[in-house]
């Protein structure tokens, strides 16, 4: 089981992620795309990741914006798990 982590673990992760924002004991963060398919291809690659990871993110899809949520569940708040998924999200974008 991920151990959850501390407040300032947390604070000290965060500042490794660009525009990720901590609220109600999560990490979450809103990507824009340029129509409807980028943004769904953008879900089906994170999907696969989160799959490999078996840690899967709260999704919403609102047309052309996607809205990643993170926590761990089992732990009660965040574990590293969730920074691990953000900076492969991140990379999604980027790649």
Same mark, same amino acid.
């Given at each position: 089981? !991920?151990?959850?982590?501390s407040?300032?673990?947390?604070t000290?992760?965060?500042?490794?992620?660009?525009?990720?924002q901590?609220?109600?004991? !999560?990490? #979450?963060? #809103?990507?824009?795309?340029?129509?409807?398919? *980028?943004?769904?291809?953008?879900?089906?690659?994170? !999907?696969?990741?989160?799959?490999?990871?078996?840690?899967? *993110?709260?999704?919403?899809?609102?047309?052309?914006?996607?809205?990643?949520?993170?926590?761990?569940?089992?732990?009660?708040?965040?574990?590293?798990?969730?920074?691990?998924?953000?900076?492969?999200?991140?990379?999604?974008?980027?790649?």
């Amino acid at each position: 089981m !991920a151990t959850k982590l501390s407040p300032n673990e947390i604070t000290e992760k965060i500042k490794t992620l660009s525009g990720w924002q901590f609220a109600d004991n !999560a990490i #979450q963060k #809103q990507y824009v795309f340029e129509s409807f398919m *980028p943004a769904i291809e953008f879900v089906n690659r994170v !999907a696969r990741l989160a799959e490999e990871m078996d840690h899967h *993110p709260d999704i919403t899809i609102n047309y052309r914006r996607v809205t990643m949520v993170l926590s761990t569940h089992s732990a009660g708040g965040l574990s590293a798990l969730d920074f691990a998924l953000a900076k492969k999200i991140e990379s999604v974008v980027a790649g």
